[in-house]
């Protein structure tokens, strides 16, 4: 997870951050279809989302570090709620990126980036 949720240059615009963790993140999960039950996983036994909890945790702190470095003036609590909204997007629509046929999915991950930098974009323009 360093290698997609690391840190960044501070500065980083937001549509290269989303590049920077989106498309790796897709990628796993195309390399290993089987994480997506882990991932989105309210279907999956209790000891198998007792075991992601923590993985869960750490990708929270790491998106709202993330967001911190480009939104510092957004408080800490309003960045850790949207980066549970993003990762709730994200696996919202990573289901449809993924069944999309290979010509098709790089289209699917620009509208996943789209919805994200809208997001991402209202949030900083609020504070």
């Known amino acids: 997870m360093d290698s997609v949720l690391g840190r960044v240059p501070e500065g980083t615009p937001l549509d290269q951050l989303l590049d920077l963790a989106v498309d790796p993140l897709v990628e796993y999960h195309l390399i290993h279809p089987a994480c997506i039950v882990l991932f989105i996983g309210p279907d ?37 709620r949207a980066a549970e909204v993003a990762v709730h997007m994200f696996k919202g629509v990573l289901p449809l990126v993924l069944a999309a046929a290979p010509e098709d999915r790089p289209l699917y991950v620009a509208e996943l980036k789209l919805s994200l930098a809208g997001y991402f974009g209202l949030l900083l323009a609020s504070d």
């Open 44 to 80: 999956s036994p209790q000891r198998l989302a007792d075991l992601h909890q923590p993985l869960h945790e750490s990708m929270l702190e790491r998106i709202g570090a993330l967001l911190a470095a480009i939104a510092p003036q957004v408080p800490a609590e309003r960045l850790h």
